[in-house]
């Protein structure tokens, strides 16, 4: 009777879909803009941002990500 255990683990936390898209700091992750081919400003945003991931720097990225947010406005 091992049903009734599996029920009692479903019921006690909140309800749970799989592939549910809950998790904020991936969608985060994949919601990081791209660099603007031609911008060096952009380039280089992206060069940084790449090696602070490979380190585990998210602040870095955090911050490499909101410039290169602003930049899109200067290209145009
Ligand atoms: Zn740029």
């Known amino acids: 009777m091992t ?3 599996c029920r009692g ?3 006690s936390g909140t309800k749970t879909y799989p592939g549910d898209p809950v998790e904020l700091p991936l969608r985060q992750d994949q919601l990081e803009p791209t660099p603007v081919e031609g911008c060096l400003g952009c380039t280089e945003l992206a060069n940084v941002r790449d090696r602070a991931r490979a ?5 870095t990225v955090t911050d490499c990500n ?6 899109p406005e200067g290209h145009q």
Request: net charge positive.
């Open 3 to 5: 049903g009734k255990r």
């Open 9 to 11: 683990l479903d019921v």
């Open 55 to 59: 380190g585990g720097d998210m602040t």
């Open 66 to 71: 909101v410039y290169m947010r602003r930049h």
